[in-house]
């Protein structure tokens, strides 16, 4: 059964750092990609990085304005996303989700995500 756990988010000052985690698990191949999403109060979800786990590209719309850097570890069951240069507008729920044998995310097609992970706060905040 495929499982995507969040975690990292919490409460950060304007400019500041964040790591976001994201735990894969039931995957019975490496053949999936990974995509970044959030969806701030009142605003529609929008996704921020994809990652193809067999072999790391990646993609980023120019939304992010390269403050986001997603990777993944060796292992291949965990994606993180480095959030830099933190506003108060990056201030959303988070949320990664798996797109199974497909690689859409990597062109900014988000519709074929299959699986979603319950998300993990962020507040950018003084």
């Known amino acids: 059964q495929v499982q995507l756990v969040e975690s990292g988010g919490g409460l950060v000052q304007p400019g500041g750092s964040l790591r976001l985690s994201c735990a894969a698990s039931g995957f019975g191949s490496d053949s999936y990609t990974i995509g970044w999403f959030r969806q701030a109060p009142g605003k529609q979800r929008e996704g921020v990085s994809c990652?193809?786990?067999?072999?790391?590209?990646?993609y980023y719309p120019h939304s992010v304005n390269d403050r986001f850097s997603i990777s993944r570890d060796n292992a291949k069951t965990t994606v993180y996303l480095q959030m830099n240069s933190l506003e108060p507008d990056d201030t959303a729920v988070y949320y990664c989700?798996?797109?199974?044998?497909?690689?859409?995310?990597?062109?900014?097609?988000?519709?074929?995500?299959?699986?979603w992970g319950k998300g993990t706060l962020v507040t950018v905040s003084e």
């Open positions: 989700a798996a797109e199974i044998f497909g690689s859409s995310c990597l062109l900014g097609n988000y519709s074929g995500m299959d699986y």
């Open positions: 990652i193809r786990m067999r072999d790391g590209s990646t």
